[in-house]
Structure formats: C-alpha cells, structure tokens
Nanobody, 130 residues
Framework: QVQLVESGGGLVQAGGSLRLSCAAS????????MGWFRQAPGKEREFVAA????????YYADSVKGRFTISRDNNKNTVYLQMNSLKPEDTAVYYC???????????????????????WGQGTQVTVSS
C-alpha cells in the first residue's frame, strides 16, 4: 500500500508557473505507476500526465502538452509536475495517483483512466487568474 501527499498548489496569474509535488510513503515506490489528474468544479476528473515507468515514455494530455513537464525521482519517492504558461482553464484540484497495474500492457492501455488507479492523494488546489 502507498500513501500520497500533494503540495505546491496556489494562486497564480495567467502565464505563470507552479510546481506540484507528490510525496509517496513506502519502500516500493518504483514498483508503482504514477499519474496526475485534475478536477474542476462540475467536471469529471481528467488525466493530466504520467511519468516514465519501467523504461517507458512520459505521457501527456493534449491540453497540457508543451506546457507541463512530469518527472519522478525514485530516490526521493516523489513525482513532480512543472506547470508553465498556465491558463485559467487549468484551474482545478490536482490529484496524484498510483497503482501497480497487473502488466505493462495494462498500464499503457489504462494510464489515462482514473478508474485504473487504486491510490489517491487528497489533492491540491491550483487557481489561475486571468
């Protein structure tokens, strides 16, 4: 089991930057696939990005590609989401998620689906003003 704690959210003007962190407990962090999701008021939770796992590549939602950068540091049990050129439509609660997935192919097919992740943090609010 893994526990996740997000930090780094806040209020920023459009065009600004924020760096979110997700700290995970436990000694088997590298065995978990990770992801960032977000949820705006009245909307479904949506995928944002997933860092490289088991030698694979990073993966981004089209809406953040070129603006956000995701990375993971297995030595620090932490996943980071660097968010640049923020827009008002990026305003949401951002959640970190983790799962071991039954196979790598299951991960590739399911990494952008919130329902595939068993473990979630409490979320951190990001507000972008226009």
């Amino acid at each position: 089991q893994v526990q996740l704690v997000e930090s780094g959210g806040g209020l920023v003007q459009a065009g600004g930057s924020l760096r979110l962190s997700c700290a995970a407990s436990g000694r088997t962090f590298s065995s978990y696939a990770m992801g960032w999701f977000r949820q705006a008021p009245g909307k479904e939770r949506e995928f944002v990005a997933a860092p490289s796992w088991r030698g694979g590549s990073t993966y981004y939602a089209d809406s953040v590609k070129g603006r956000f950068t995701i990375s993971r540091d297995n030595n620090k049990n932490t996943v980071y989401l660097q968010m640049n050129s923020l827009k008002p439509e990026d305003t949401a609660v951002y959640y970190c998620a983790a799962d071991r997935f039954s196979s790598y192919s299951d991960y590739v097919n399911g990494r952008s689906l919130a329902s595939k992740y068993a473990y979630w943090g409490q979320g951190t609010q990001v507000t972008v003003s226009s």
